[in-house]
């Protein structure tokens, strides 16, 4: 698998780390709620077709990336770029 | 005062100088930087420090390394003094990396394909034109690679790694013949 870095340009997926499911959401900091943590910890959707995912650039530029990708076909649909440099990518 | 103590490159003993076998594909070398920072500016200070950076004089080479990061070469040593008289820590970070990184050189007409043989990225002019600079790895070992030439590369190793990538370097030489300056 490749992965488009908005950096660096097309690299191999093993100059990646994958970061988890990019969909997930932490409660809030003032929740009280034991479920919500545990569905924010183990809950995910599994789904068949587009998984956005957050990889992280480690053996290059270092920058966080959102990848769509299909898990049926591999495709990667995007990668863009998140934190606060996504503004100021080149 | 008692004088620094020489400043000893870990490939010392490995990097030895030898001509090739038979005809050399690549030229093998390494050396220490002079000088060797990191400048990393804040998301709304990167015009701020763009700006600084241009304003260095001397014998510089400027390889952007990630969004807002520079990692910054001087042939001349006390470039992180300066460069923290020029960017404050409200404007950005400044850190010293002299000690931390080996340049191992390779050039020759067969460069492109010994690193090729280990490192996942295009080495074409087309894809990676000369001057510029590619952030990778071979086998977890991080990798900075600036082009010089159309045939010759500068690679910024861990000082730590640089013994084992070198000794990787050599065997995929070995393949095309090399030479060690």
Not at chain 1, 35 to 57: M, Q, S, T
Not at chain 1, 75 to 85: A, R
Not at chain 2, 90 to 96: I, K
Request: aromatic letters at 8%; proline letters at 5%; charged letters at 25%.
């Amino acid at each position: 698998m490749r992965l488009t870095c908005p950096y660096c340009g097309e690299r191999d997926h093993q100059e990646f780390t994958y970061r988890g499911d990019a969909s997930a959401r932490r409660p809030s900091l003032d929740s009280q709620s034991i479920d919500e943590h545990n569905a924010y910890v183990f809950d995910r959707a599994n789904p068949d077709g587009i998984h956005h995912e957050l990889w992280n650039h480690t053996s290059g530029c270092r920058t966080h990336v959102v990848v769509a990708r299909n898990t049926v076909t591999h495709e990667i649909i995007s990668c863009d770029p998140v934190g606060p440099f996504a503004k100021v990518m080149k | 005062m008692v004088d620094q103590p020489e400043m000893l490159s870990p490939l010392h003993d490995l990097a030895m100088p030898r001509a090739a076998s038979d005809t050399a594909g690549v030229e093998l070398g390494e050396r220490l930087c002079a000088s060797l920072v990191q400048v990393q500016a804040w998301p709304n200070t990167v015009g701020r420090v763009e700006k600084a950076l241009s304003t260095l004089k001397g014998e510089i080479t400027i390889m952007p390394s990630g969004p807002g990061r520079w990692l910054i070469e001087d042939e001349s040593e006390g470039l992180e003094d300066r460069l923290r008289k020029k960017i404050p820590s409200a404007v950005g970070a400044v850190t010293g990396l002299t000690h931390g990184r080996v340049v191992i050189s390779i050039s020759g007409r067969k460069s492109e394909w010994v690193l090729a043989s280990g490192i996942a990225i295009d080495f074409s002019t087309d894809a990676f034109p000369v001057g510029e600079t590619r952030l990778t790895h071979h086998h977890e070992i991080g990798l900075t690679v600036h082009r010089t030439g159309e045939t010759s590369f500068d690679l910024y190793v861990f000082t730590s790694f640089s013994r084992a990538f070198w000794q990787w370097i050599e065997r995929a030489g070995e393949e095309v013949g090399y030479s060690v300056t």
